[in-house]
């Protein structure tokens, strides 16, 4: 399994003596041709193509909550998979193009994507454009799913006050265990999701404990904790607020403090992890 970060940051596009990341994606690729968008941010067709990913390549995307730092470039490359249908030379890339998109997303997601879509196209009266179909597995609660071999498991957390539907998920094969939170403060879902997982991709947007129940977001330390408690092999911190961003020594020293003594890592953009 591996893993390429394409956007690690929280949602600013600048502040002055920051070094800011891209909005939430990475791609998850396994045996058997699995490969997984996750998350789907501003931007996301560049970012792909920078790194080598054909947008036509991408069947399957999940998107754990419907904020704009997660799914703010899915109209765009929706828009942009139907052009290439229209405008691709290649029988085999126009039919990959235009192929059926599978996405995993909670049924909040999904509805209000699809309102949004919607309102982006007033001109087509309440149609999507013919192709993508778009396939939407709706998950209303914990969802057990088979992908190219690898077993996927979400389960619904805690973000934004409670109000938002946030999923995270589990990816395990022969390769190993991949685990991702999405945006999620403490809450059974992310402690139980977690165990044992080889690589735990784990948000770390919140600075003060308060911060984190109040919202839904860990801190380095909540992180470090639910790694430790679970076993985790390799924990990724990831989506830290970006004024943390200009030093990150103490955000690793923060998640040390959970006594968690596994590796640690701090995502950045174009970094590629392989598990275990
Ligand atoms: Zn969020
Ligand atoms: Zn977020």
């Not at 394409?6 to 002055?16: K, Q, T, W, Y």
């Amino acid at each position: 399994m591996k893993l390429s970060v394409l956007g690690c940051g929280a949602p600013v596009s600048h502040l002055p003596n920051v070094n800011t990341q891209s909005p939430s994606a990475y791609i998850l690729e396994w045996g058997h041709g699995g490969k997984l968008l996750l998350e789907c941010s501003t931007g996301i067709q560049d970012r792909l193509k920078k790194k080598g990913f054909d947008i036509a390549e991408i069947q399957h995307i999940f998107l754990s909550h419907i904020h704009t730092d997660h799914v703010g470039g899915f109209p765009s490359l929706y828009q942009d998979l139907w052009l290439n249908t229209l405008w691709e030379k290649s029988d085999e890339r126009r039919l990959k193009a235009s192929s059926t998109r599978t996405i995993y997303c909670s049924r909040q997601t999904s509805t209000n994507l699809l309102k949004i879509l919607r309102l982006l196209m007033p001109e087509s009266k309440g149609r999507l454009y013919p192709y993508p179909e778009l396939n939407f597995v709706d998950i209303q609660n914990k969802a057990r799913l088979e992908l190219n071999g690898a077993k996927l498991t979400t389960v619904p957390t805690f973000h934004g006050s409670g109000m938002v539907r946030s999923l995270a998920i589990r990816v395990e094969n022969y390769e190993g265990v991949f685990v991702y939170s999405g945006d999620t403060g403490i809450c059974q879902g992310i402690e139980d999701i977690c165990r044992g997982a080889d690589l735990f991709l784990c948000e770390a947007c919140a600075i003060t404990d308060a911060e984190m129940r109040a919202r839904g977001h860990l801190t380095p330390k909540q992180a470090g904790l639910l790694a430790k408690n679970g076993g985790v092999k390799k924990l990724v911190l990831t989506h830290l607020a970006a004024p943390r961003l200009h030093d990150l020594e103490p955000v690793i020293q923060e998640a040390l403090s959970s006594g968690f003594a596994g590796k640690i890592q701090i995502a950045q953009d174009g970094d590629v992890i392989n598990l275990p």
